[in-house]
């Protein structure tokens, strides 16, 4: 049988490659950071990660890490429910609901499996979920896995919303499901109007802050303290993955009544391992110094505005954002992806996005800033992305010589 299946992938396999949308993967060999090291030996700035709030290589949360590797040793060899309950993950739980104003905190393994686990213990037949056109991938799966009638409203597209509000009446209990922040285009949804109109048409609110928390609003609380909306939506799910340290986990808080039922039925909680406690204990020391200091919030959201404003003003064709995300638009993923290659030789790591990942003819590179870019890593960023493009020809030639010739005077 795997005579014939093999050639079947092979075939698929090139199909991907002539189409320009086969990934391959780089691989760094230093920490994570603004400047990486990849196993060519060259340096490089990082603009890919998700590595928000430059944490992922931060002193105090390694130094948590390490102290729980001592008092807590390495694994927990068990799921929750057994014998892979630790206090730190239950301080870590308490913290993460304090943080977002909620009750009570539900750890996972990563947020796909918390937004995997969230939706069929908790709703079936009778009832809909309305969804995002634009939500992440995990939640789109964690929809499939549930009996709930489904509904789609345009992204971010409150009449949408409100006519297929409308149509699940016909249900017992409606949840509405959104991203904080959209992760290929960097927009936020008006989560003010949602659970204005959640309130009309008697329906729940769910939210994935997964990029968005410690990014969007004053401190870093996400959409739900940008549109002061804080305890607001029933269910808040996010990770440990990006802002908050960059390692793995992901988390649902919200309710009470709904994380205790999720721990009795949420199989991705039943079925896998705690996290590590040194990933919990960091976790706990992140929220700490998220509650002391707004300092690398406000340093995340000066970089932002910078780089958006310059690469605006350079002439790039820039997705409206209210994140750290700046979608760059190309519409052809091999053009993205000879972007991307071009920009490496220039010292600036970023991927191409095409389809399956973005819609097909919406292909972009995605840059991501941190609190660990200093402005010398942006100028350098948009600099390079300026004389890439012009020489892709996306770029028009606005030198003040006005002869076209990019002599730069």
């Known amino acids: 049988m795997y005579t014939s299946f093999k050639e079947h992938l092979t075939k ?43 944490l992922s290589n931060n002193p105090q949360l390694i130094a948590a890490a390490k102290e729980a590797l001592d008092t807590h040793g390495y694994g927990m060899s068990s799921v929750r429910f057994i014998c892979g309950t630790s206090d730190l993950h239950k301080q870590l739980e308490a913290k993460i609901a304090d943080f977002f104003g909620t009750e009570d905190t539900i750890l996972y393994a990563a947020c796909f499996d918390a937004n995997g686990g969230v939706f069929e213990p908790l709703l079936n037949e009778q009832d809909a979920i309305i969804s995002d056109s634009l939500n992440h991938a995990s939640i789109i799966d964690g929809v499939r896995l549930c009996k709930a009638v489904r509904y789609r409203y345009s992204n971010a597209d409150m009449t949408d919303l409100e006519k297929q509000l409308k149509l699940a009446q016909a249900q017992r209990y409606r949840l509405i499901v959104t991203d904080g922040v959209f992760s290929m285009d960097g927009n936020v949804p008006p989560l003010d109007k949602i659970i204005e109109l959640a309130t009309k048409y008697d329906a729940m609110v769910m939210v994935d802050e997964s990029h968005s928390a410690g990014v969007v609003g004053q401190t870093g609380r996400g959409v739900t303290e940008l549109f002061n909306c804080k305890g607001q939506a029933e269910i808040i799910t996010g990770t440990l993955g990006k802002a908050f340290g960059g390692a793995i986990g992901g988390f649902t808080t919200g309710k009470k009544e709904v994380i205790e039922l999720l721990r009795q039925r949420s199989r991705p909680y039943l079925f896998s391992n705690s996290i590590p406690p040194l990933v919990a204990a960091a976790g706990i020391r992140m929220v700490d110094m998220m509650s002391e200091t707004n300092e690398l919030q406000d340093k995340l959201h000066a970089n932002t505005k910078y780089f958006v404003s310059q690469m605006v003003e350079a002439g790039f064709d820039i997705k409206p954002t209210q994140s750290a995300i700046c979608a760059v638009m190309l519409y052809d993923a091999k053009l993205s992806q000879e972007f991307a290659t071009r920009l490496l030789e220039e010292g600036i790591y970023v991927t191409g996005f095409y389809y399956p990942v973005v819609p097909k003819g919406q292909a972009r590179i995605r840059v991501q800033l941190s609190a660990a870019h200093e402005k010398i890593h942006l100028d350098r960023c948009i600099e390079a992305f300026t004389k890439v493009g012009r020489e892709l020809g996306i770029l028009k030639n606005n030198d003040s010589c006005g002869c076209n010739c990019n002599c730069g005077k």
């Open 12 to 54: 698929e396999l090139a199909d991907i490659k002539e189409a320009g949308l086969y990934k391959n993967e780089r691989i760094i060999v230093s920490p994570q950071g603004a400047e990486i090291k990849v196993n060519t030996g060259k340096e490089v700035l990082n603009f890919c990660a998700n590595n928000y709030l430059g």
